[in-house]
């Protein structure tokens, strides 16, 4: 099973954004038509057969009879008939939300993925700044190489940005790197692993998470500015030790 491209949605803010993949683009286009995000549910996951599955890609939504009774969850697309037992892990649940492609909105769906690895995997990289999880990506790395600083007074590079933490939070910053990991429109933004060959691998200091409204695409050499936040927790032991959000990307 491919490595989980959807989820765990825990939108606060659901803004618009615009996608070139069906499904993403089903995320309500304004806060006033935001899903909103709900506790999540247990840990250990929602387990039962499959009674219906719906394919929405990138995703597939599953009707599961649940010893708590039958639920809708939405796990990243694959191949699945009724009948086959199933656990959805680390659930989250979104209410009313709008699947545009199958033209239907859901009271509730939880959010999750259908294998244990990868949102275990998604749990421990979540502290060093990696996306949530069924935002990991299994396509081939990106080869980064060394890229030109960006210029101005708030031109940082990846390691500088990590280097300078304490005193960049709440800060613009502008950052220019190639695009190693990219999922539009999950928590209503647009997520970016940015690199530009400064920092360690090994700690992590090479890559930072960028989020923003503005589209791009793996591989692609763009300048980002945004605002430096620090220690960012979305909930459910998804936390950031830095990310740079609300950014304008530029390509170049």
Known sequence: MRR??????LATVVVGCYSKTPEAANIPLSQSSAAAAAPAAPTDGLTGPVLEHLAAPPY???????SKGEVWAAVPETKIENGTKVTVFNPMLMTKFESKSLKRTFDEVYFGTLTAADAAAASTAGAAGTAPAGM????????VGKVEKASGADARTVAEVWAQKASLVGKAVTIRGVVVKYNDAVMGKNWIHLQDGSGDAKLGTNDITVTSLDATAKGATITIT?????????GSGYSYAIIVEDAKVVKK
Not at 60 to 66: A, E, G, I, P, Q
């Open 226 to 234: 945004g605002t430096v936040r620090a220690d960012k927790d979305f």
């Open 60 to 66: 597939v939504y599953l009707r599961v009879k649940t």
């Open 4 to 9: 989980a491209r959807s989820l765990l949605f």
């Open 136 to 143: 990991q990506q299994s396509t081939p790395p990106v080869n």
